[in-house]
């Protein structure tokens, strides 16, 4: 069984990620290229590379996951909290962002 899409990850960071939180966070699903939020104004935005907006040295946290995990932690309903302490989820970083992150739900 495949994971969920690209697009669908995508679209399931910009539902969770809607307020700012004074970084940037590099998303890395296995298997698939990395994307980022931007999350340094007052609504964040989901970008799939590293254009001109973002410098390497402004990520300061990255998250690792399997597809299916960050699209679980991207559903609600606690995921995220079970993903890490269960080690699917791998944060890297700025730890300190844990704090400032805000993820909205769809549930």
């Not at 679209?11 to 999350?39: H, K, M, Q, T, W």
């Not at 907006?53 to 909290?81: K, Y």
Request: aromatic share 8%; glycine share 8%.
């Amino acid at each position: 069984m495949a994971g969920p899409s690209r697009e669908r990850l995508l679209e399931g960071a910009a539902s969770v990620f809607a307020r700012g939180f004074n970084a940037v966070l590099e998303i890395v699903p296995e298997g698939d290229a990395a994307f980022f939020v931007d999350g340094r104004q007052d609504e964040c935005r989901i970008l799939t590379d590293l254009s001109g907006d973002i410098s390497p040295e402004e990520v300061t946290t990255r998250w690792r996951a399997s597809a299916d995990t960050l699209n679980r932690i991207f559903q609600g309903d606690r995921a995220f909290e079970r993903a890490y302490l269960s080690g699917r989820l791998m944060i890297s970083g700025d730890m300190s962002l844990m704090a400032r992150l805000h993820l909205e739900t769809s549930k």
